[in-house]
């Protein structure tokens, strides 16, 4: 009547692939108990050491439930760092280097360097075409160069995203596989937001592995982060008419309610 380790060992391999709580719930209602009852088997002559070991699986099942069940603790951004990472879509983006600067406590702005190829959405021809994103308080800019577009204004009013970036986010209780922007591969929490916000976070180190931008396919695969000071002038806007609506096919105004509307918005709280 006695359960082996190498049976528990074979149930634990089984439920490896499931959520946290499933496990949590696992250990405490059939490890624990199927031990348990082992031990009471062997010492039934002995009530006294039998009420100690009742008490003691009670507590030890409470205490693992109460571990495994709990959600991770969300990480938080540093208050200045650089970030390269890949963008990544369906529709022929693969990789394509860009970096992200920010700097919080200073400035509460953020500059994404498109170096090769812009956001999607920014405009119909944008992915052809380097760009830079500017978020401060007043707002979100966009600079194309290539395009005659020194400057432009994405969206009226809309910030940087705070250090607390995973505030819309929920963990999702599951433990995925991701790639970062160098190809490695990573175990990571994922987080789950509105819309099909999907947000992956390295389980041991907590980094930053991948961000997919709701619905629209685009993913961010990021790479090693760069803490230190970022120089104010990056987060400088351009010369140019920056109060100026920047117009997606022609439109005079970025309309919200456009089938086009950047998705990436409603993740800064739109």
Known sequence: AVVSTQSTGFFWILILPFPFRFRALFLSFFVFPVHLHCYSFISHNNPTKMKNMLLFAIVL???VYSVFSADPVKPQWPQEFSLPFGLNDDFGLH?????????????????????????????????????????NPTGIYV???DLNIPCCLFVDGVGTIPPDF?????????????YDFYGNL????????????????????????QFQDGLSTVRWNFGNMNV??????????????????????????YDRKSPFYDPFLRFLGL
């Open 61 to 63: 099942s409470v205490s």
């Open 166 to 178: 995973l505030h819309g986010f929920n963990f999702s209780g599951k433990i995925e596989p991701a």
């Open 228 to 253: 230190s000071s970022q120089d104010v002038n990056i987060f400088t806007l351009p010369q140019g008419d920056c109060q100026k609506k920047c117009e997606f096919f022609g439109l005079e105004e």
């Open 95 to 135: 990789n394509k280097s860009a970096v992200l600067y920010y700097n919080y406590d200073k400035l509460q702005s953020q500059m994404i360097d498109y170096i090769t190829n812009c956001f999607p959405l920014v405009r119909y021809d944008s992915s052809f075409h380097p760009c830079k994103m500017y978020f």
């Open 143 to 145: 600079s194309l160069p």
């Open 186 to 209: 990573h175990k990571t929490y994922l987080w789950q937001g509105v819309d099909d916000f999907k947000y992956w976070t390295d389980v041991n180190t907590t980094f930053d592995v």
